[in-house]
């Protein structure tokens, strides 16, 4: 009975040992994902132990994926990427660049905004959007600086948005809309009524606002830790 016992759980390891870094056809290259762990971890201050203390791994495991040694297990990747706020694309490839081009859904998805109407259109990039009879071309939001940042306030698993913004028939944020790597949430806002949109607190992810006069802008936000 113990010897069978054993002998799956020998099993179960050798497994784990030999089973394949694969995920959606990226390969991990674990020279590159080791050099970006530690390059994330050094620029958020945190010493080998805190990080494996913050994913539950030993320090000795942090030390290895840094040498290269190793690959942090796919189980772990979700947390590694929470903890630095980026994407498991980025930690598989080894490459922050991929952070722009490789956020998969997120960075697909595009805006389109009617001046005419006011309609909104989300759809994958390449769509081919008509409304009031004109082609609309995507919106590109441009990094909000802090002061045109909305405010953003975390009550207990929901973070609650507001906007010290105009909101007159003229000049107001038409939309927001929070992004992560596998949801979009959108949020309408009507003009004459305070901006206010409240989000379950899940994951990092990229939020974005549309204003009839300023434009379109982002800002990313995470769980506070
Ligand atoms: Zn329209
Ligand atoms: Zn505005």
């Known amino acids: 009975m113990t010897k069978t016992l054993l002998s799956v759980i020998m099993n179960?390891?050798?497994?784990?040992?030999?089973?394949?870094?694969?995920l959606r056809g990226d390969h991990m290259d674990q020279i590159k994902t080791g050099l970006l762990i530690r390059q994330?971890?050094?620029?958020?201050?945190?010493?080998?132990?805190?990080?494996?203390?913050?994913?539950h791994v030993s320090d000795k495991a942090v030390s290895k994926w840094e040498r290269g040694n190793g690959c942090p297990d796919i189980s772990l990747l979700d947390a590694l990427a929470d903890v630095f706020s980026t994407d498991i694309r980025v930690l598989l490839a080894g490459d922050l660049g991929k952070q722009e081009s490789g956020r998969g859904n997120m960075k697909?998805?595009?805006?389109?905004v009617c001046r005419e109407c006011g309609n909104i259109i989300a759809a994958a990039s390449?769509?081919?959007?008509?409304?009031?009879?004109?082609r609309l071309?995507?919106?590109?939001?441009?990094?909000?600086?802090?002061?045109?940042?909305?405010?953003?306030?975390?009550?207990?698993?929901?973070?609650?948005?507001?906007?010290?913004?105009?909101?007159?028939?003229?000049?107001y944020i038409s939309f927001a809309?929070?992004?992560?790597?596998?949801?979009?949430?959108?949020?309408?806002?009507?003009?004459?009524?305070?901006?206010?949109?409240?989000l379950p607190v899940?994951?990092?992810?990229?939020?974005?606002?549309?204003?009839?006069?300023?434009?379109?802008f982002y800002q990313d936000i995470r769980p506070r830790r």
């Open 202 to 216: 899940i994951r990092a992810g990229r939020l974005v606002w549309y204003c009839t006069e300023c434009g379109f």
């Open 12 to 22: 179960a390891e050798a497994f784990a040992e030999a089973k394949p870094i694969k």
């Open 126 to 134: 390449g769509a081919d959007v008509t409304c009031c009879g004109s």
């Open 177 to 198: 809309a929070f992004i992560t790597d596998s949801t979009v949430m959108l949020f309408r806002q009507y003009p004459e009524w305070d901006f206010q949109v409240t």
């Open 40 to 55: 994330l971890r050094t620029q958020m201050q945190l010493t080998q132990k805190q990080l494996a203390e913050r994913i």
């Open 137 to 171: 071309t995507a919106a590109e939001p441009k990094k909000a600086a802090p002061e045109e940042q909305l405010q953003i306030e975390d009550i207990g698993g929901e973070w609650y948005i507001t906007a010290d913004h105009p909101m007159t028939k003229s000049h």
């Open 108 to 112: 697909k998805m595009q805006f389109y």
